[in-house]
């Protein structure tokens, strides 16, 4: 039973007087930005490239399902304290690798490592409970339950949780004020607070993204992974969320995310890992991969770094569909695998 | 006037009362937690005859019996959930419906010096009519004897002690969890919950509150028989459940006393209205003797009625239901 009451000893923006409207999605990003920017520096752009102070350490990952090999990374680390973008075609291995790292899918081989623990065979909530915590391409939130609900669920060493101390209200009630506290924040932050009696599957696609990355948020992780946080969501919905990834790095914590938004990407992101069929091909800062060869020949597609004009942009949020990345693949066809 | 009292007479009965705690126990597994356990037969079963061999065969106190019963049901809980509840819903129904039947068929047919094949296990029951403190009254009061009064009293007063107990849990953090693996264990784990976990204690607990079922059904009948907990047991009680309402406390509780109020009901006007000499009902439609299948198949009609237009039972959340369409 998770009664043990642990509480994890990661910054997070609710421990100080950051809460509030200050972490909104217009937040300036410059100082997390340059602090990622430098530690990075020294980086050799190198697929397995070794990092300054690696939070994840992955070697000789392999998954494979029968004859095909889903998964098979050498050598990967993600630097504390930055947004790491996970990015290749689809069906490169990219969510089978955060399922690996997750435990929700089991490796035919290799080890990894969260803060110098290794996490090869560990159960997927054991992973959790030490702070990485994952969200879904397609989101899972509990729609029977409303929206304050989600949020109290997602908070750890709840002594409520514990089948003997559940009838007894007086020794879990004050642990659930102080968790809707923080969730009634959390919520704030991610604009919904309005919403906090609704059931949760009454929200928008939007509003569900939001809420998972809040509920995520009151495990009070060190690393978040966020799988396509872009998919489906509406351009302005998806400004908001740029913001609120980035204001994750503000409060301390470490990105990951998948993503096939290339804007998004070279927003956001301090890092590149580029996946395709299985392997990590390449590593580097945003600029570098954008311009790496083999990057453009596997995924991105040879006009990729043409700007788009405003118009187009307009056109493009008109007529395409999303996870396409450039967006003019009416003219230009992407080299991927359906 | 019959008819009402005949009615009311099978919804509180000590019998109605088993099917009572084993939809509660149901309600736990399916309703709350979302496990498919299609054989709560074999833990009110496992539980009664725990208890009843106890006192029969190896005169223990009955207090110890129903130790024995309340730790047998846990321990096929345990048997059950470690090799399937790790796996998709799917599998714990399948290995639940087939440990009933395979329950069921050991009591009939194996170890005859305790389970006595189909006359089954009884005399377990001086313990419990002993302590009875209700005043003597000879004959029947309100169509029940003395005993059955006992057994209703004891009975009920557990039913009210179960529905607090759930209520309190329910409402608890263990229980937000519970109503989450629901709907999606993926997400739960996510957040650092031991799904396994919390699945396997839900399951224990309603094979537990099933197996308090079996007793009060064993103390009522004072016999404890193989072929009362056959797979139609399980299905009248996942009926009740759903009449009721799932995941609500009173669901099952109004659902089972309805369920057996109404069956009844109807089956008595189904007699009278096809007895005599000048019957209304045609005897070449329906005669007397078939008014017991009669009752089931309109309860199925009735049923599929509840399914179209009240799915979400009588306590039920419509618009939780209407959740599921999006």
């Known amino acids: 039973m998770p009664a043990d009451a642990t509480p994890n000893p990661t910054p997070t923006p609710e421990a100080g007087p950051t809460t509030g409207p200050t972490t909104g999605p217009t937040t300036g990003t410059t100082t997390g930005h340059a602090a990622a920017a430098a530690a990075l520096a020294q980086v050799p752009s190198e697929p397995g490239a070794a990092k300054p102070d690696p939070?994840?350490?992955?070697?000789?990952?392999?998954?494979?399902?029968?004859?095909l090999t889903a998964v098979d990374v050498e050598h990967v680390e993600i630097?504390?304290?930055?947004?790491?973008?996970?990015?290749?075609?689809?069906?490169?291995?990219?969510?089978?690798?955060?399922?690996?790292?997750?435990?929700?899918?089991?490796?035919?081989?290799?080890?990894?490592?969260?803060?110098?623990?290794s996490l090869r065979k560990k159960a997927s909530?054991?992973?959790?409970?030490?702070?990485?915590?994952?969200?879904?391409q397609l989101t899972k939130v509990l729609s029977k339950l409303t929206v304050l609900e989600n949020m109290r669920l997602g908070a750890t060493g709840q002594r409520g949780e514990s089948f003997w101390?559940?009838?007894?209200?007086?020794?879990?009630?004050?642990?659930?004020?102080?968790?809707?506290?923080?969730?009634?924040?959390l919520l704030a932050r991610f604009k919904l607070d309005g919403k906090e009696k609704d059931f949760a599957g009454s929200l928008s696609g939007g509003q569900r993204k939001l809420l998972e990355m809040a509920r995520a948020l009151m495990v009070r992780p060190e690393l978040v992974m966020l799988d396509e946080p872009m998919a489906g969501v509406n351009p302005a919905l998806k400004q908001s969320l740029l913001g609120h990834v980035k204001s994750l790095r503000e409060d301390g914590m470490t990105v990951l995310f998948v993503e096939h938004d290339m804007d998004m990407v070279r927003d956001i992101s301090d890092w590149v890992i580029v996946m395709a069929q299985g392997k990590v091909i390449a590593e580097g800062t945003p600029d570098s991969i954008m311009a790496d060869e083999r990057v453009i020949d596997a995924y991105l597609g040879a006009h990729h770094d043409v700007d788009i004009t405003e118009m187009e942009r307009e056109i493009e949020q008109e007529h395409l569909e999303y996870g396409d990345p450039m967006g003019d693949s009416a003219h230009q066809p992407r080299e991927e695998e359906k | 006037m019959d008819i009402i009292s005949s009615a009311l007479h099978d919804a509180f009965s000590p019998f109605a009362l088993s099917f009572v705690l084993a939809a509660i126990g149901l309600n736990v597994h399916f309703g709350y937690t979302g496990l498919l356990n299609f054989g709560q037969a074999a833990f009110c079963a496992?539980?009664?005859?725990?208890?009843?061999?106890?006192?029969?065969?190896?005169?223990?106190?009955?207090?110890?019996?129903?130790?024995?019963?309340?730790?047998?049901s846990a321990l096929l809980a345990l048997v059950l959930g470690v090799p399937t509840l790790r796996l998709r819903a799917d599998y714990l129904a399948i290995a639940t419906i087939a440990a009933a039947e395979i329950a069921r068929l050991v009591f009939s047919t194996s170890f005859k010096e305790y389970f006595n094949a189909r006359d089954g296990v009884s005399g377990f029951t001086r313990g419990f009519r002993d302590i009875n403190p209700l005043p003597d009254f000879n004959g029947q009061f309100l169509t029940f004897?003395?005993?059955?009064?006992?057994?209703?009293?004891?009975?009920?007063?557990?039913?009210?002690?179960?529905?607090?107990?759930?209520?309190?849990?329910?409402?608890?953090?263990?229980?937000?969890?519970?109503?989450?693996?629901?709907?999606?264990?993926?997400?739960?784990?996510?957040?650092?919950?031991?799904?396994?976990?919390?699945?396997m204690q839900a399951l224990v607990l309603g094979g537990v509150i099933g197996a308090f079922g079996g007793f009060i059904g064993g103390l009522g009948l004072a016999s404890v028989q193989p072929d009362s907990f056959n797979t139609d047991f399980t299905f009248i009680a996942f009926t009740m459940l759903i009449l009721g309402g799932a995941a609500r406390i009173l669901g099952p509780v109004v659902g089972a006393v309805l369920f057996w109020g109404v069956l009844s009901g109807v089956g008595s006007t189904l007699a009278r209205l096809s007895s005599g000499d000048n019957p209304i009902i045609p005897p070449d439609l329906m005669g007397s003797d078939q008014v017991s299948n009669v009752r089931f198949m309109l309860a199925g009609l009735a049923l599929m009625l509840l399914m179209i237009y009240r799915?979400?039972?009588?306590?039920?959340?419509?618009?939780?239901?209407a959740l599921d369409a999006r």
């Open chain 2, 311 to 321: 799915p979400q039972g009588i306590f039920g959340d419509r618009k939780e239901i």
């Open chain 2, 46 to 72: 496992v539980g009664a005859y725990a208890m009843g061999v106890s006192v029969a065969s190896f005169d223990l106190p009955l207090i110890v019996g129903i130790f024995f019963g309340l730790v047998a």
């Open chain 1, 79 to 117: 630097q504390r304290g930055v947004i790491t973008a996970l990015i290749g075609p689809n069906g490169a291995g990219k969510t089978t690798f955060f399922n690996l790292l997750t435990g929700f899918d089991q490796p035919d081989s290799g080890d990894w490592s969260f803060n110098g623990t």
């Open chain 1, 55 to 67: 939070i994840v350490i992955a070697d000789n990952v392999k998954r494979s399902f029968g004859g």
């Open chain 2, 145 to 199: 004897s003395r005993n059955d009064w006992w057994v209703m009293t004891v009975g009920w007063v557990l039913v009210a002690l179960t529905c607090i107990f759930l209520w309190l849990l329910m409402r608890s953090p263990w229980g937000r969890v519970l109503r989450s693996i629901r709907e999606d264990e993926e997400a739960v784990r996510s957040l650092g919950k031991n799904v396994y976990s919390y699945k």
């Open chain 1, 165 to 185: 101390a559940a009838p007894l209200k007086f020794l879990w009630g004050g642990q659930e004020d102080e968790n809707t506290v923080r969730a009634r924040e």
């Open chain 1, 125 to 136: 909530h054991k992973v959790a409970r030490l702070g990485m915590v994952r969200t879904f």
